[in-house]
Nanobody, 115 residues
Framework: QVQLVESGGGLVQAGGSLRLSCTAS????????LGWYRQVPGKQREYVAL???????NYANSVKGRFTISRDNAKNTVYLQMNSLKPEDTDVYYC?????????WGQGTQVTVSS
């Protein structure tokens, strides 16, 4: 089991950058994969990016080339560096951990991009 806490959200102008952090309550060395998702209230949660325990990354086409996911195992933290932000990136961003056959979510952090 693991608790996830996201931080780093906020208000930024279009073209700006933010770095989100997701800190786990336990070591992430053995977590199969960690991912970022986003959701506007009333809409389906959308995949953003994923990083495996081995460091392999994958991105949604909508963020490829602008967002970078990384992990710091020593700090039990996964990051999402978001550059060249667009108003359509406005969402609540959630961290997700895959451990064995289970999955865990954080509480989310709001990102708002103004035009």
């Amino acid at each position: 089991q693991v608790q996830l806490v996201e931080s780093g959200g906020g208000l930024v102008q279009a073209g700006g950058s933010l770095r989100l952090s997701c800190t786990a309550s336990r070591s992430i060395y053995t977590i199969n994969a960690l991912g970022w998702y986003r959701q506007v209230p009333g809409k389906q949660r959308e995949y953003v990016a994923l990083i495996s325990s081995g460091g392999t990354t994958n991105y949604a086409n909508s963020v490829k080339g602008r967002f970078t996911i990384s992990r710091d195992n020593a700090k039990n933290t996964v990051y999402l560096q978001m550059n060249s932000l667009k108003p359509e990136d406005t969402d609540v961003y959630y961290c997700r951990a895959f451990i064995g056959g289970s999955e865990y979510w954080g509480q989310g952090t709001q990102v708002t991009v103004s035009s």
